[in-house]
């Protein structure tokens, strides 16, 4: 793990890093416990680790929750190079959604490709943040991601015992509905009730699919890109109840 | 309006009070704005308006969102003289539950009957407070009732321009779902996703009905009588983004 730069805003200390190729930043309390639990903090498609959905949820995690967050540039994002896969997908991608046509299909397979090579580099980067004094090896982690956050985390909570609570959402059923029967961690899901892009009932079928006892749904009026920001505030709330000791 | 009594605990103040016959509660912080938002609280089928989940949800209303906040026992609930209807209901209600047969269909048959006489009652009581100088005539009004709280909310919210956000939870789309469809107030909907008494279906139907812009599920993984504590703090949340001037 190199750090790479170090900047500071509003109590808020952000550190680039890279383990291997994978480019992060660790946003962190500029005062506060020395310790603290890890939120993973993993962006949609198309985006990146500095991206301002991610940028305002770390923000709202450090200084609202005390926590310490990661967030990478996900396979074939940002400035990471691109596969074959990554550009035949995106171009796939990009003529549906020119053409009006479905993106389900496309976004849950190409998603599976990023998430099999994501979840390995999510637990390298785990490996390394926990040799930080800061963080330890044994503190409690937590995972949030909606959109193709999901299609990565899912896999990624299935296969990592270390995370014990999971903010997600926005994801078609598919692929591997049965990974998610798997997953026993506490769960808080959201969806859009009038999403465009992926239908009601695949939505709940998702949330349904988990075995977790505690699992909560927050589905709101609204389309695909309207999810409220409110949501990002509950997810903080989430994560105190369950990574926090009491 | 007759005041009869005035305790305090806690930083709140509770005044007995009723108005024409009806018995209600009065819940203030005693200290803070001389004006605030005032929350209608109505309790669920066989309790009353100091019940526990009344008192611990007034109390968090007052303290957490510095609202005003007032209970009423329902008609034919705690001290209150009991119709045929009632004693001929709540009759058909225990022997349902002796016999562990579905008891939808006498709940929501009765709750309808209840609420055709807790609406007046509900409206003559908002009139009554918003001649008090601490709630006045033009102050925000929100609504909160699960369960029975839900089967009287929905014809009261349809047919009271004053109130302007409400949260709801746990009932069955019948009678009147089309009540529903006449509200477009901003909604947070509460629902057990394992409720052994409220289909599923039926009550993401409930929740699909209102006509709200903005609306929200928050739909818990358990059984009907395991709606999380948390669920009362999000519903204070809810009221002050929507009932408290930016």
Not at 76 to 94: I, K, M, N, Y
Not at 105 to 113: E, G, L, Q
Not at 143 to 150: A, K, P, Q, S
């Amino acid at each position: 793990m190199q750090f790479t730069a170090r900047t500071s805003a509003n109590g808020v200390i952000e550190r680039d890093f890279t383990v291997g190729e994978v480019p992060g930043v660790l946003w962190s309390p500029a005062s506060g416990a020395d310790r603290s639990p890890l939120v993973l903090l993993c962006h949609g498609g198309g985006t990146h680790k500095r991206a301002p959905g991610m940028a305002g949820r770390a923000h709202l995690l450090v200084r609202d929750g005390g926590f310490r967050v990661v967030t990478l540039d996900a396979p074939g994002h940002a400035d990471r190079p691109r596969t074959a896969t990554d550009e035949r997908e995106v171009a796939a991608l990009s003529r549906a959604q020119a053409a009006g046509e479905p993106v389900g299909p496309i976004v849950t397979r190409y998603n599976a490709d990023i998430a099999a090579r994501a979840v390995p580099e999510w637990r390298a980067v785990l490996d390394a943040l926990q040799e930080l004094p800061e963080i330890g090896a044994d503190g409690p982690v937590g995972y949030y991601g909606i959109n193709m956050g999901t299609a990565i985390g899912i896999p990624l909570i299935a296969a990592e015992p270390r995370i014990t609570a999971a903010a997600l959402g926005q994801f078609w059923p598919e692929p591997v509905l049965e990974t998610a029967r798997r997953i026993t961690i506490p769960i808080e899901f959201a969806l859009q009730w009038d999403d465009e892009h992926i239908p009601r009932e695949a939505g709940l079928a998702r949330f349904d699919a988990f075995a977790s006892k505690e699992k909560t749904l927050h589905a709101n009026a609204g389309a695909h890109k309207e999810l409220p920001r409110f949501e990002a505030a509950s997810a903080v709330r989430f994560f105190a109840r369950h990574l926090v000791p009491a």
